[in-house]
């Protein structure tokens, strides 16, 4: 088991900037830098032989165990491009900037909801 977690962390262990923002592309003769919100993680345990196992699992208390997982997302959030005037301008895909102010809108409007039953 931690020869596969070793080798998982091996594996993203250069992962970074490189993830968030692709690479350039040209799209009808503009030159596109996308930009993504990357967010993943793993994590694993387990109990070494002679560990506790439920009786009642099917497992004895000699036995060992161990598990795993991991998972991950990946936000399109718009392209950094030139604007009219040829400067470099972010360019939000506005969809995925809706999806993801949406947790910040709940919790305004549960809060002004607490603020105005207190006023009444």
Known sequence: MSEALSSLAEAFKNVGVSRAYGPAVRVD???LIPVALVSFGFGGGGTSEG????????????AAAAGGGGGGFVLPLGVYG???SGRVAFRPNT??????LMPLVCAVGFAARVVLRAVH
């Not at 560990?51 to 000699?62: F, K, L, R, V, Y």
């Not at 969809?95 to 993801?100: D, E, F, M, Q, R």
């Open 29 to 31: 003769g503009e030159e």
């Open 51 to 62: 560990g506790t196992g439920s009786p009642g699992a099917g497992t004895s208390s000699d």
């Open 82 to 84: 030139r604007d009219r």
């Open 95 to 100: 969809v995925a900037v809706l999806a993801a």
